[in-house]
């Protein structure tokens, strides 16, 4: 799709930049400002909301725009490291897709309350499960079901709730000796989620859960190994409006950027399908496969 800068220009001046009495420039920052909010609130549901420190992680930035908005996400979220994948970006989650491993799901209901006395109950639903989960891999997808690699989990719940949590069941649960570990598990993934836990109550479980994988070949990465100057990989220099002013930054071709060679911010790095930017506090360089990786600068 061509872009139309002076129609992007007009629209934004005359839909928020006049509205509001600010220039083009910042009411396209705003907009920007507004996205890379909403990514951090969508990883902060999957991260702090789960018990998980942002701050321990490494951000993938990929996708056309990802690798631009990154820097900004990473600051917010105070998450010290951005990896580019040295597969183009544009293209990243197609590539994905592509090697992602055949899976299958089947998830059988019946609310049985976990005792040595359901025992044998809970092993043939597991078992009702699994049958039906390889006759999807052998009619469906041609596959053998030696092929399938297995792995169970049961939606539990204290007897009288609403709401369920995934439990992961290892082979060995199923057992009289088992069930008490699974149990515990399922404890521990309760107060996880939601800070509490009922040891006194029953507990049930509602989902049968049983979940196939065929591994798919993956190809070999090999090391890419670019030699020469940082210099040598810059274009040009080129004036950018960034947190409320003008600056002017050198653009690198990312595929002349040298091997190894740590640069400091700020900067932007182009290849054909995406924007990488880097920030004044932050410093990146590419690894011998070709992934920049961006960290805070030290000191």
């Known amino acids: 799709m061509r872009i139309y800068r002076d129609l992007a220009i007009e629209v934004v ?36 909301q789960k018990g998980y420190d942002p701050r321990d992680f490494t951000l993938i930035a990929h996708g056309g725009s990802g690798p631009m908005f990154a820097p900004f996400i990473a600051q917010d979220l105070e998450i010290n490291k951005i990896v580019i994948p040295a597969i183009p970006p544009g293209v990243f989650s197609a590539w994905g897709m592509l090697l992602t491993d055949i899976r299958h799901d089947v998830l059988v209901t019946h609310v049985v309350e976990v005792n040595s006395e359901n025992l044998e109950d809970i092993k043939d639903l597991f078992s009702n499960a699994d049958e039906r989960l390889l ?12 092929e399938v690699i297995s ?25 009289e000796e088992g069930l008490n570990s699974l149990i515990e ?22 989902n049968f859960h049983s979940v196939g994988v065929v591994k798919v070949k993956r190809p070999k990465i090999y090391e890419n190994l670019v030699e020469g100057h940082p ?7 080129r004036k950018v409006f960034i947190n409320g002013d003008y600056s002017v930054l050198p653009v690198f071709d990312r595929q002349k950027i040298p091997t190894g060679v ?13 924007t990488v930017l880097v920030l004044d506090f932050q410093e990146f ?3 011998k496969y070709g992934n920049i990786i961006i960290t805070s600068r030290r000191g």
């Open 13 to 48: 001046k005359e839909k928020i930049a006049d509205h509001f009495n600010v220039s083009v420039e910042e009411a396209a920052e705003g907009i920007i400002k507004i996205a890379n909010e909403n990514a951090a609130n969508a990883i902060r549901i999957i991260s702090v």
């Open 135 to 146: 006759n999807v891999f052998e009619k469906e997808e041609g596959i053998p079901r030696e």
């Open 151 to 175: 792995f169970h989990y049961a939606d539990m719940r204290y007897k009288g709730q609403e709401h369920t949590v995934k439990v992961p069941v290892h082979t060995t649960d199923l057992s």
């Open 185 to 206: 598990r399922f404890h521990q993934y309760h107060e996880r989620a939601y800070d509490f836990r009922l040891p006194q109550s029953p507990v049930q479980i509602v």
């Open 231 to 237: 210099e040598d990989a810059i274009k040009e220099d």
């Open 262 to 274: 740590t640069i400091g911010g700020p900067a932007i790095l182009e290849d054909p399908t995406s």
């Open 285 to 287: 360089v590419k690894d």
